[in-house]
């Protein structure tokens, strides 16, 4: 069995990064500039929002936060929007979800210039990489399948089984998964809260992604002998032992499924270390208009 260790690959994705920043700088071109939006104090938020700042520092990317309070309207929000999609010198953003109930998130992502859009969350993005154009990738699916390359894991004519189908992890998941090239070209198939035999499509996977939601909900007696799992979950589970009263939980009950497999992702320090990362390297995709030419 052996552990992908997303943790160091996020790292070397991000001195990768680092250094074409480097190499922009010292040609004298535009640094990549990302911004958050984010609404409220969240606890969940602010922590995700404030990772991804660093992340900015950690490769030499400029970056600006900008803050609203819960009471904030919709207008004035969108308004921010429109100003940041009008600013020349900002690349990508993102508006932090969830936001409050008095927010429509589907108006908001909509407003979003797609050529901004580091996200991967607006309509068009999805719908370009449906039909397999250029597209920017949510984070997650897109960490995930850059730990498939880089740990050169078989997908061609492999079962694929993703369990969740979620619009930012499970659906693109199954498609990116099943399209043409590597890594792809993969049989999927989506299992959900409704699906039937659930064990039995498991045993017949080469590769399985949970992203359920439910804590060790994957059991090894649903996982086929060389197996490849990735784990998606990150359910907050009270830990009276640790400093913060919780710990991370993944979708998988990881001690007895991971003799199993040939490949597995833990948790903490599988995928999710990716999802900043992927963020990151939307921008710099979207500042050198890798993208939308
Ligand atoms: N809330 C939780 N994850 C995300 C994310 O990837 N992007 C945004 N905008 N909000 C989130």
Known sequence: MQLIDGKLTSKEVRQEIAAEVEIIKKAGGKIPHLSAILVGHDGGSES????????????????????????????????????????????????????????????????????????????????????????????????????????????????????????????????????????????????HSRTKNLKEICLSADIIVAAIGSPEFLKAEMVKEGAVVIDVGTTRVEAPDTKRGWRLKGDVKFDEVAPKCSYITPVPGGVGPMTITSLILNTLKSAKKEIYK
């Not at 589907?106 to 969350?121: H, L, M, N, Y």
Request: glycine share 8%; proline share 6%.
């Open 48 to 191: 995700y929002v404030a990772g991804k700042m660093k992340a900015c520092e950690e490769v030499g990317f400029k970056s600006s936060l900008i803050r609203f309070e819960d009471d904030v309207t919709e207008e004035v929000l969108l308004n921010k929007v429109q100003e940041l999609n009008e600013d020349p010198d900002i690349d990508g953003f993102i508006v932090q979800l969830p936001l409050p109930k008095h927010i429509s998130e589907e108006k908001v992502t909509d407003s979003i210039d797609p050529r901004k859009d580091v996200d991967g969350f607006h309509p068009q993005n999805l719908g370009r990489m449906v039909i397999g154009s250029p597209a920017f990738i949510s984070a997650t699916p897109q960490g995930i399948m850059e730990l498939l390359k880089r740990y050169e894991i078989e997908t061609s004519g492999k079962h694929c089984v993703v369990i969740g189908r979620s619009n930012i992890v499970g659906r693109p998941m199954s498609i990116l998964l099943s399209q043409k090239g590597y890594p792809g070209d993969a049989t999927v198939t989506v299992c």
